[in-house]
């Protein structure tokens, strides 16, 4: 019941209703609280002035603009009368359950105070020309010469606010324990007694007479013990006079005295008691459908809770999961950081390692060359002529094969200082920048859209859509159809659309359907298996697009003919692999004996020569053929025969049997030809599917 606690407080005041009183606008109101926001009009705003002065307007025009607010600032929460000192420029308030409302009135003078009553409990008088707005609706009312009197009390909300408030008054104590009492747990309506659990079990057992009586607990039994009998609600403009009817055009209860004075004479009015009960049946039906709303509410109410609790499962699981990835993609930086440190190693490795071989060998060579030097030097400074000659040529020698060797390309560094190496990040660091959560879920079952879903002869057209809350990205769809037969299931479409219209199926056929999305994660769940049945009866016309083009079509290609001499062939546009068909053609000109042939073709039958002459159709010539005779065909692939009627009478046998594959209707004619076909006709009477033999005693 606590939730039913904000509908039994003022919108005003915020605390429990205190004599409530019903406006016209069906919201309830303190009776205090409603003469608090009474607002005095000024004389000239009056209807009783604006009648009295003859402006011409009219008592229902009046009606008219009493339903209009007061305050023409109503939306800014201010409100004004221009000219009127006693009611000045005032904020409205707010009440405690955030309704506005708008101030008091001024407080009257001292010398009017001597008019208010409070200790005989009697409102003081209500200002001429008062007005209420409601506090919840802001439906400004003018109150007549009754003033609040004239608005009926709510005596069934006051009942129930008392209710309330008894049920949450301290808890009840047994009746029959002897030094302390204890908390009652049941009370006994029979008796009028709060037991608790040993008294009750001690002074009421629920044994002999008294196993009938019932036992209730303790706050019920207070309510229905306090609960005081029905109040006769009283007339508010005859107040001696009970209500005993209630009228339906003005939806209020009414008493004789209301009936005679003429105001209610010509309306429908009713007893007060079938109204109550109509009215309350009525009440119970709505609050059946509302409960349906509010465990519907429930239910979703515990589905946004498990949803709250998987998004926090999801989300620790998630980001745990994002922590993993982006550790594993720091874990292998730092492996080819090794890796790549590695490589400079052995760069720096390899040069220091040449530098110091070039200086090794430099200096080895340099030292020769310096040791060569000093050697001449000290050969030069000999004054011995002869012993000069006899090694000069070989020193000299040595000089030029020394300076020789430290040629070009001798004093040049083997390798460069600087490293050759550049480490191209640029795309890694976009890469990382770039790094962003991609889709990696399947698309969820989509949604067969069952009010555009339909069949039409032998097509079917059916259309889905994604769910409501799904954001998983989708490449494309996949719609799946059985062969109408219980059969396995094939593609017949893939693509983005998701409407699609499969034809050519079987008539008289249930066929399975099923969809499902995919994108580039892969393939979702597919939808609900969707049954359609396509027409019992085949509907079609001749072909034109594989007739040959000496064949003339009319009457929307059900009326065909020739402009050839030799006999040209012409097929439906709808070809039968399955179940029982029959059709006719009536001859409409048959002249010179032509000669046109009648049955089944295959798609790839000649269409230059007759009918039947090749191996690719089955057809009955002539044979009693006329101006004005129809020609009936009887296909059943249920038996693989074919037969043939000529004006509804079966011409011989079964015409062909063992018939298998796809078969057109087709037929061949010339110039002096025309023939009208009749489609999607019953199956003859004489004829049953299924049987080992046509009933050839009707032939």
Not at 95 to 118: C, E, I, K, W
Not at 591 to 604: E, K, L
């Amino acid at each position: 019941m606590d939730e039913m606690e904000e509908e039994l407080k003022c919108p005003v005041c915020g605390s429990f209703f205190r004599e409530p009183i019903i406006l016209p606008c069906s919201h309830n109101i303190c009776l205090a609280c409603a003469r608090n926001i009474l607002v005095q009009t000024p004389d000239a705003e009056s209807p009783q002035s604006s009648r009295a002065s003859g402006s011409g307007v009219s008592d229902y025009d009046y009606l008219d603009l009493d339903k209009m607010s007061l305050y023409s600032e109503a939306d800014s929460g201010y409100g004004s009368y221009g000219g009127f000192v006693s009611a000045p420029t005032t904020p409205c308030q707010k009440s405690p359950n955030g309704v506005r409302v708008f101030p008091p009135t001024v407080p009257p003078p001292p010398q009017a105070q001597h008019h208010l009553l409070p200790h005989t409990g009697v409102l003081p008088p209500v200002p001429r020309n008062s007005c209420l707005t409601c506090p919840q609706c802001h439906r400004s009312l003018t109150l007549d010469d009754r003033g609040l009197r004239g608005f009926p009390k709510n005596r069934v909300l006051e009942g129930v606010v008392d209710r309330y408030q008894q049920s949450k008054a301290a808890a009840l104590k047994c009746q029959l324990c002897e030094k302390s009492p204890r908390e009652a747990t049941v009370m006994c309506e029979q008796c009028d007694v709060f037991y608790c659990d040993p008294c009750r079990l001690r002074c009421h057992p629920p044994r002999g007479p008294l196993a009938k009586h019932r036992l209730v607990p303790p706050a019920q039994g207070r309510i229905s013990r306090r609960a005081s009998p029905r109040k006769i609600s009283t007339c508010t403009e005859h107040e001696l006079e009970n209500l005993s009817m209630y009228c339906v055009q003005c939806k209020t209860p009414v008493c004789y005295q209301c009936l005679e004075d003429g105001k209610h004479s010509t309306h429908e009015v009713k007893a007060l008691g079938a109204m109550w009960k109509l009215h309350k049946g009525q009440l119970s039906q709505a609050l059946n459908v509302l409960s349906d709303r509010a465990t519907e509410a429930k239910e979703f109410l515990v589905q946004l809770r498990n949803m709250v609790q998987h998004i926090q499962e999801n989300g620790v699981e998630f980001e745990a999961c994002l922590v993993a990835q982006c550790d594993a993609l720091i874990e292998a930086l730092n492996r080819r950081k090794a890796q790549l440190l590695s490589r400079v190693t052995k760069e720096h490795e390899h040069k220091l390692s040449v530098v110091r071989d070039q200086i090794s060998h430099c200096t080895v060579k340099l030292r020769q060359t310096t040791g060569l030097m000093e050697y001449c030097l000290e050969v030069i400074k000999e004054n011995d002529p002869s012993g000069f000659l006899q090694i000069s040529d070989a020193l000299i020698r040595r000089v030029h094969m020394t300076e020789n060797q430290w040629g070009k390309g001798s004093l040049t560094p083997r390798m460069s200082s600087d490293f050759d190496l550049t480490l191209d990040s640029g795309p890694l660091l976009q890469t990382i920048h770039q790094l962003d959560f991609v889709q990696m879920k399947v698309p969820a079952a989509p949604i067969l859209q069952l009010e555009e879903c339909c069949t039409q002869t032998n097509s079917a057209t059916l259309s889905w859509k994604q769910p409501p809350l799904s954001t998983i990205a989708v490449d494309g769809y996949i719609l799946e159809l059985d062969d109408g037969n219980g059969g396995q299931f094939r593609e017949v479409y893939v693509g983005i659309e998701m409407i699609c219209t499969v034809d050519g199926l079987h008539f008289n056929s249930t066929y399975k359907s099923r969809v499902k999305a995919f994108n580039s994660s892969g393939v979702g769940q597919y939808s609900k298996t969707l049954v359609m049945q396509t027409s019992e009866i085949a509907w079609f016309t001749f072909d034109p697009a594989s007739a040959h083009p000496d064949i003339i079509l009319s009457n929307d290609n059900l009326t065909v003919t020739c402009n050839s001499y030799d006999d040209r062939v012409v097929m439906g546009n709808t070809g039968f692999s399955r179940g029982v068909h029959y059709w006719e053609m009536t001859i409409d000109r048959y002249d010179n004996h032509p000669d046109p042939a009648f049955g089944v073709a295959r798609a790839d039958v000649l269409k230059d020569v007759m009918l039947g002459k090749d191996d690719k159709a089955w057809a009955i010539t002539d044979g009693g053929i006329s101006k004005g005779a129809t020609v009936g065909v009887l296909l059943d692939f249920s038996r693989g025969i074919l037969l043939f009627l000529i004006n509804d009478e079966q011409q011989g046998p079964v015409a062909f049997n063992t018939l298998e594959g796809m078969y057109y209707p087709a037929i061949s004619l010339n110039r002096n030809v025309q023939v009208t076909l009749h489609s999607g006709l019953p199956i003859p009477d004489f004829y049953t599917p299924g049987e080992s033999e046509a009933a050839g005693s009707v032939c």
